[in-house]
């Protein structure tokens, strides 16, 4: 059985993206063995909720923005 180590968090989306992107080309060489191959997907998967989570947080951001401050008005002048 293979022992795998610890997953941890993403420090970024950006690091989450990269590691998703490394699993996503290791499964698309085939040549992983069963259990690193439901190993990789269990941490794909974790990766990609973090992103989707990321991402609806940054939304929701802006727009509280948008609703704020950044919305145009009718009749003001666009820069």
């Not at 973090?50 to 002048?77: F, M, N, W, Y």
């Given at each position: ?36 191959a ?22 929701q ?19």
């Amino acid at each position: 059985m293979v022992k795998s180590k610890p997953h941890t968090t993403p420090e970024n989306f950006e690091q989450a993206i990269r590691e998703l992107e490394g699993i996503v080309a290791a499964m698309e060489r085939d040549d992983l063995p069963l259990e690193q191959a439901l190993a990789s997907y269990e941490r794909g998967i974790s990766l990609l909720r973090h992103c989707q989570s990321t991402l609806t947080a940054a939304e929701q951001k802006i727009r509280q923005l948008e609703d704020g401050q950044l919305v145009e008005r009718p009749g003001e002048d666009q820069a």
